[in-house]
C-alpha cells in the first residue's frame, strides 16, 4: 500500500479543523450534506473525512457510524493521492482495495467515489465520499453534484475557521490592556474596548458617537489626525502625549494611530508610570547636574564617539571654553610635569581618550593647559563610563586646578633646600668643633704620665670623635632625617680600632649589622653605647697577652624594637662589680643613656661578657621616649 505523505501545510490544515469546536447546527449541516450525497448517487454511505500522516478523522457521515480509523484502511487514502477525484467502479477487483478489511469484511464495499476537499493552504485535506455494497458507475450528473457538495464543504469550513479567528481577535481586544477605538473622517468615536472604562472611567454608550476632544487630547494629537486622513503620505501617527479622565486626572498616553478606507484606526498604551519614571529620573538628572556645577572640580563628559557631552562651569573657567563645539580635542594640548615643575612631554590627548575609551584610566596626572594663554597646572583623572552589560558607552575627565599648590611646592622645595645646606653647614661645623676638641685632647693625652688620667681622657677622645663621625655621616648624607646606620657602624669600628692600636694585634672585632636608617635622635645614644662597651671590651677583657675576640651585632628584633649585641670570650665582669650601681663614667652615661631610649640592657658574665640592648622602636616615631629615668632597666644575669 502506498502511504499518503502529506505537506506540513497540509498537517496544520487538518489540526486546525480538529481543533475546531463544531456547534450542533454545524454537525447538523455536515450530516445534512453527507445523505444528500448519498441519495443524489444511490449507495449506502457516505462521509466527510480529514487526514493527516496517521488517521482518517471523520467529521460527518451518513448510514454508517465512525470517527476515526488508521490511514492504512481508509479509502481515502488514494483519493488524497490525486488532482481531484478517485472512482472505483468495483473494489473487489482494484488491487488498492481488494484485502481492505471493509471490502472483504462487513459491511463489504464494493464502490467507492472521492472528492476531495481543498484546505485555506490549497492543498488536499479531506475527501467528501460516497460508498455502496454493489459495483457502480458514477455518471457524470453524480460527479458534478459530488463536487458542489464538496465546494459547499470547503466554503464552510473557510467561513468556521475565519470565524474562529475573529472571534479569538475579538477575545484578544476585549481583553486588551492597550485602549483601542475607531473614528471617522470627522474624529468621531465609531467604536471602542472596555478599557475606556478603566482608564477613562467613561461607559462606552458615553463616547461611541461623540467626538475624540471628550478625552481631552492636546491640539497636536488633533492637527496630527487630521494630516493623517488628509495627507496618505503620512502613513502612521505615533506619540506620547497628555489626555484627561472622565474626573479630569491626569493620563499620560503612548498613541499610534493608522488611515485605512476611511476609518482611523487608534491604539493607545498607558505610560503614566513610564512618564513619572522619566520624571523623576529628570529630577535626579537635574540633582546631579547642581552638584556637578557646584563643585569645584572641572568635569567633561564625552561619549564613545569621543564627542563632549557635558562640561561644567569649573571646567568652563579652567579650559576657557563656554560651548561644545569649541572643546576641540585635537588642540587641546596638555604637558606631562616633571619632579621639579617642568615640562616634560606632550600628552596626546586623543590617543589617552582612546585608551579611556577602551578601558583604561589615567590617575593623578599632573599636567600644564595653555588654552586660557596661562599656563594652568591642572590635576588630571580620566575613567570610562560604562553600562549596565559593562560596555564603555563614554568617558569623563576630572580637572583640579592646582596652580596654586604648584607655586606652594616650588617655595616649599625652595625653603627645604635652604634649611638643608643650612644643617649641612650646622652638621660640618659641629664635626670640625668635634673634631678639634678630640686634637686637643689628644695633644694633652701626649703630656701626661698618669695613667688613670691617660685612660680617662682617651675614653672622652673615643666619645667625642663617636659624636663627630655622626655628624660627619649626616653631612655626608642626601637625607638628613636619616642615615645608613650600617655604613657609619662600620666607620666607627673602623676609628676605635685605629685609635686603641695597643689592642690591636691581639683582638678581632666581628661586625654584623642589619641595613637599618636612623635618626640622629636615636644614632647618637646607640652609637655612644656600642663605643663606651667596645671601649671596656679592649681595655678589661684581655689582660696581659690574651687574645679574644669582640662581636658586635644590630638587627631589628621585631617591628617595635632594635637590638644591639656586644659580646667578649674574654675574662668577663671583676667580682663584686654591679654596673647597674657602678659610678665610673662608663656606666653612669651607658646607664643615662639607656633610660633616654627608653630601653633595656641585659648583662650575662658567665662566659666572656655579653650585653644585649633591646630599643623600643617606631618607624615613625624613631624611638619612644622614658617617662622616667630609672636604672632598673638593667638586667643581670649570671
Request: aromatic residues 8%.
Amino acid at each position: 500500500m502506498i502511504k499518503f505523505k502529506p505537506t506540513s501545510e497540509q498537517i496544520e490544515d487538518v489540526h486546525e479543523i480538529n481543533g475546531y469546536n463544531f456547534s450542533d447546527q454545524e454537525l447538523d449541516a455536515f450530516k445534512n450534506i453527507t445523505q444528500l450525497a448519498a441519495k443524489i448517487c444511490g449507495v449506502e454511505f457516505s462521509l466527510i473525512n480529514f487526514l493527516d500522516e496517521e488517521k482518517q478523522y471523520t467529521k460527518a457521515c451518513f448510514g454508517i457510524d465512525i470517527v476515526e480509523v488508521p490511514i492504512e484502511v481508509s479509502f481515502c487514502t488514494y483519493s488524497m493521492l490525486e488532482k481531484d477525484e478517485l472512482v472505483v467502479s468495483n473494489t473487489s477487483k482494484d488491487i488498492r482495495y481488494q484485502e481492505n478489511p471493509f471490502v472483504v469484511g462487513p459491511p463489504y464495499i464494493r464502490f467507492y467515489a472521492g472528492i476531495n476537499i481543498v484546505g485555506k493552504n490549497n492543498q488536499n485535506i479531506g475527501t467528501l465520499c460516497v460508498l455502496g455494497c454493489k459495483p457502480k458507475e458514477l455518471s457524470s450528473f453524480e460527479r458534478e453534484s459530488l463536487y458542489t457538495l464538496a465546494n459547499e464543504v470547503s466554503s464552510r469550513l473557510e467561513l468556521m475557521i475565519k470565524d474562529k479567528e475573529v472571534k479569538r481577535a475579538t477575545k484578544f481586544l476585549k481583553n486588551s490592556t492597550d485602549l483601542m477605538f475607531v473614528l471617522n473622517n470627522q474624529l468621531n468615536i465609531e467604536y471602542v474596548n472596555d478599557e475606556i472604562e478603566h482608564l477613562f472611567h467613561y461607559s462606552k454608550q458615553e463616547v461611541i458617537g461623540s467626538s475624540i476632544s471628550i478625552l481631552k487630547p492636546e491640539e497636536q494629537m488633533l492637527d496630527a489626525l487630521m494630516k493623517l486622513k488628509d495627507d496618505s503620505t503620512h502613513p502612521k501617527y505615533v506619540a506620547e502625549g497628555k489626555y484627561f479622565t472622565k474626573h479630569n486626572k491626569e493620563l499620560f498616553l503612548e498613541v499610534s494611530a493608522s488611515y485605512i478606507d476611511s476609518k482611523l484606526y487608534v491604539t493607545a498604551k498607558d505610560i503614566s508610570n513610564k512618564q513619572a519614571i522619566k520624571n523623576e529620573l529628570r529630577k535626579e538628572q537635574l540633582f546631579k547636574h547642581k552638584i556637578l556645577e557646584t563643585i569645584d572640580t572641572g568635569i567633561v563628559a564625552i561619549d564613545n564617539n569621543e564627542n563632549p557631552s557635558f562640561f561644567n562651569n569649573v571646567a568652563r573657567k579652567l579650559l576657557g571654553k563656554t560651548k561644545f563645539d569649541e572643546l576641540d580635542f585635537k588642540n587641546f594640548k596638555l604637558f606631562e610635569v616633571d619632579i621639579d615643575g617642568n615640562r616634560k612631554e606632550i600628552i596626546n590627548v586623543n590617543s589617552a581618550i582612546k585608551s579611556v575609551l577602551n578601558g583604561d584610566m589615567i590617575v593623578n596626572q599632573e599636567v600644564i593647559y595653555n588654552g586660557n594663554k596661562n599656563d594652568n597646572y591642572l590635576l588630571l583623572n580620566t575613567r570610562p563610563i560604562v553600562d549596565s552589560q559593562h560596555m564603555v558607552i563614554g568617558a569623563v575627565i576630572a580637572l583640579q586646578d592646582i596652580t596654586e599648590q604648584k607655586i606652594s611646592q616650588v617655595k616649599l622645595k625652595e625653603l627645604v633646600n635652604q634649611k638643608e645646606t643650612l644643617l649641612a653647614e650646622i652638621h660640618h661645623r659641629v664635626k670640625n668643633n668635634l673634631a678639634v676638641i678630640s686634637g686637643l685632647l689628644y695633644l694633652q693625652l701626649i703630656n701626661v704620665e698618669d695613667e688613670s688620667a691617660k685612660k680617662a681622657l682617651l675614653s672622652s677622645q673615643l666619645r667625642i670623635l663617636s659624636m663627630a663621625k655622626i655628624h660627619e655621616s649626616m653631612y655626608e648624607s642626601d637625607n638628613f632625617a636619616h642615615i645608613d646606620y650600617s655604613k657609619f657602624l662600620e666607620k666607627l669600628i673602623v676609628n676605635l680600632k685605629t685609635t686603641l692600636t695597643d689592642y690591636d694585634d691581639k683582638i678581632k672585632i666581628i661586625l654584623d649589622v642589619e641595613k637599618i636608617s636612623l635618626n640622629i635622635k636615636i644614632a647618637l645614644p646607640i652609637s655612644l653605647i656600642i663605643n663606651e662597651l667596645i671601649t671596656n671590651a679592649y681595655k678589661y677583657a684581655f689582660p696581659g697577652e690574651n687574645r679574644g675576640t669582640i662581636t658586635v651585632r644590630f638587627f631589628k628584633k621585631s617591628d617595635s624594637i632594635l637590638t644591639v649585641h656586644v659580646f667578649d670570650n674574654g675574662i668577663g665582669l671583676p667580682t663584686g662589680l654591679d654596673i647597674s650601681r657602678s659610678t665610673t663614667l662608663g656606666f653612669v652615661l651607658i646607664r643615662n643613656l639607656i633610660s633616654q631610649l627608653n630601653a633595656e640592657i641585659t648583662v650575662n658574665s658567665k662566659s666572656g661578657l655579653f650585653f644585649e640592648l633591646n630599643i623600643p622602636y617606631d618607624e615613625e616615631e624613631e624611638f619612644l621616649v622614658a617617662e622616667d629615668h630609672l636604672s632598673s632597666n638593667i638586667v643581670i644575669e649570671g
